[in-house]
């Protein structure tokens, strides 16, 4: 192929076949898809890994600050109301930092055409994944009607799928629960997935916990609905070639152990945000990397990353906040989270406090 190259604000080089007339545009996360509005087919993820979308905590700088203890765990954003990507901030909403790949955006939403726009949109600024909520159990998502509610629509959930795929050449996925309400058990699971997967859905993420919609908080529906992992295994058994990614309650590499024949992968959720480390630990059980992580690295690394953003006159707070687990498990955990969450809203506050946070764990440690 004879190939001219053109600069692009969202991917390395826009190729041009000079026998062919087709662009190509070369990402820097080294996949070539058509620069047409012809979709191909979605690139194929490594799903053995990832971490949870959480509201109001993995934002932008959390997401950057796990990422440093694995370079290959699949991160999801919070998330995002397609609505207000498309009336919103775009780039607030969803601006990244291109270290985060791969990165999948999880939307919220029921219009199939409001989804579709947002989701073209966040393939515009490189997102891997697009992810719908349809798990969610909170009153203020139910009075939207997304979230876990959905499920009681598999049609419309059809739909949704089938516009953002129409739109998109990124894997374009759902994640869900097991049931609502008095509504569970595979066969309630399987009439939902089934109109899904017919819309062209590439992957499920299926937290093993029906949603309760009445009377619990959504923190309580992470906790009392019993797990029900076996009807995760049964749908992964059901769909073969469609990958399965089981969420909920797994917080060790020997409490995932037991899934791996069953499933393609999964997700790690609060675990991760409250002992990041954890990541580290699941990415050399499942293969992801070979050796576990050194914290002090990556707290170095994270250092240059607040720098960075300090002098773009970030707050030290909305950044110190998501590495206040750095040190669990370890001693000089309780000084170190002393230390930042005393001083961090400070105006004057800024890496030195990210050093004397270090040091208050390392002489805790030596006491």
Same mark, same amino acid.
């Given at each position: 192929m004879i190939a001219t190259c053109y600069p692009s604000r969202l991917f390395d080089s826009i190729i041009k076949c000079e026998l062919c007339g087709w662009l190509f545009t070369y990402q820097a996360r080294n996949s070539v898809s058509l620069a047409t509005n012809v979709p191909l087919s979605p690139t194929v993820l490594d799903r053995r890994l990832s971490v949870a979308p959480m509201m109001e905590w993995t934002d932008r700088h959390c997401r950057s600050y796990l990422r440093l203890w694995s370079p290959n765990v699949l991160l999801y954003?919070?998330? =995002? =109301?397609? @609505?207000? *990507? *498309? /009336?919103?901030?775009?780039q607030r909403l969803l601006g990244f930092d291109q270290a985060e790949h791969p990165l999948a955006l999880q939307l919220g939403g029921s219009e199939p055409q409001l989804l579709a726009r947002a989701a073209r949109m966040a393939m515009d600024f490189g997102y891997d994944e697009i992810n719908l909520n349809v798990g969610c159990p909170s009153d203020r998502v139910q009075k939207a009607v997304f979230g876990a509610c959905l499920m009681r629509e598999p049609k419309r959930v059809a739909d949704c799928v089938a516009a953002m795929k129409a739109v998109v050449n990124v894997p374009v996925t759902v994640k869900c629960r097991i049931g609502v309400d008095d509504e569970e058990g595979y066969e309630f699971l399987a009439r939902f997935v089934e109109p899904v997967v017919a819309a062209g859905c590439d992957a499920f993420i299926v937290h093993a916990r029906k949603a309760i919609l009445g009377g619990l908080s959504p923190k309580e529906n992470r906790e009392i609905p019993p797990l029900c992992y076996p009807v995760v295994w049964q749908l992964k058994k059901a769909y073969p070639q469609l990958p399965i990614v089981l969420n909920g309650g797994? /917080?060790?590499?020997? @409490?995932?152990?037991? %899934?791996?024949? %069953?499933?393609?992968?999964?997700?790690?959720? &609060?675990?991760?945000? %409250? &002992?990041?480390? =954890?990541?580290?630990?699941?990415?050399?059980a499942c293969g992801l990397q070979i050796a576990p992580t050194d914290p002090e690295a990556v707290y170095d690394r994270w250092i240059e990353y607040v720098a960075g953003w300090l002098a773009r006159g970030e707050r030290l707070a909305a950044m110190s906040r998501h590495v206040l687990g750095h040190y669990t498990g370890r001693p000089g955990a309780r000084a170190f989270r002393r230390t930042l969450s005393m001083a961090a809203h400070r105006p004057d506050a800024g890496v030195p406090l990210l050093r004397e946070a270090r040091r208050a764990a390392s002489e805790s440690q030596a006491a």
């Open positions: 954003t919070e998330m =995002v =109301v397609a @609505q207000a *990507i *498309i /009336k919103g901030d775009t797994l /917080k060790t590499a020997e @409490q995932t152990a037991p %899934h791996w024949p %069953h499933v393609d992968g999964v997700m790690i959720g &609060r675990e991760a945000y %409250h &002992r990041p480390a =954890v990541l580290s630990e699941l990415a050399v």
